[in-house]
């Protein structure tokens, strides 16, 4: 195991592709090239997680607080992998004006399973600045959410802001600063 980190995501539309690209940029900027190791779930196995210690998660809600059908796709292979050790920092992409009572509820299911799997998460993000109802992404005490929450539809002009401020934040907390 080296330093690497294995960001993997699911994306249909190519927010969440995008969103990622960027995250590895900023980590790549930051920690050298190839630091960031990206795998998209349409091709990749998630049984491949169980080569990095770092892993960055990436998953967008869709249909009414469902998962990405990648995700979707490999989600019972995912809760065979054991994930202790693992330090995982998680992100999602939702919209929380068209969907206010499911807002990134994709990423709290995904955050709940990785924890039963063994897994300590880092990179929560505080829910200041965003409108919506209700969302299963928040931590208990409803103040953060369990990762980095973007919005390209509603929010797009503070997404490149919130990416870098994240990544740093996800370097630090993974112990991974330079
Ligand atoms: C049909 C449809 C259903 C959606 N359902 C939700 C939802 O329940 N909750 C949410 O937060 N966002 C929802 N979204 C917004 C998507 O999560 C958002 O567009 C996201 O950027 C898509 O990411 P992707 O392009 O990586 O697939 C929905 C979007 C569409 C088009």
Not at 28 to 39: D, R
Not at 167 to 178: H, M, N, W, Y
């Amino acid at each position: 195991m080296t330093k690497r980190i294995g960001l993997f995501y699911g994306s249909t539309t190519c927010y969440t592709e995008i969103a990622a690209e960027k995250i590895c940029a900023a980590i790549n900027k930051m920690l050298g090239p190839q630091t960031v190791q990206l795998h998209n779930l349409a091709f990749d196995s998630v049984l491949l997680m169980t080569k990095y210690n770092h892993l960055i998660l990436g998953i967008p809600t869709w249909d009414y607080g469902e998962l990405q059908e990648d995700w979707e796709t490999q989600w019972d292979t995912l809760g065979t992998i054991n994930l202790r050790n693992k330090h995982i920092a998680l992100f999602g992409l939702g919209d929380q004006i068209g969907y206010p009572e499911w807002f990134q509820d994709a990423l709290g299911y995904l955050w709940h399973r990785v924890v039963r799997l063994g897994a300590s998460t880092k990179g929560e993000w505080p829910n200041i600045g965003y409108d919506f109802i209700q969302s299963k992404a928040l931590n208990e005490e409803k103040n953060f959410f369990v990762g980095l929450a973007l919005d390209e539809e509603n929010q797009f002009d503070i997404v490149d802001d919130q990416i870098c401020q994240w990544s740093s934040q996800v370097v630090k907390e993974f112990g991974l600063s330079p």
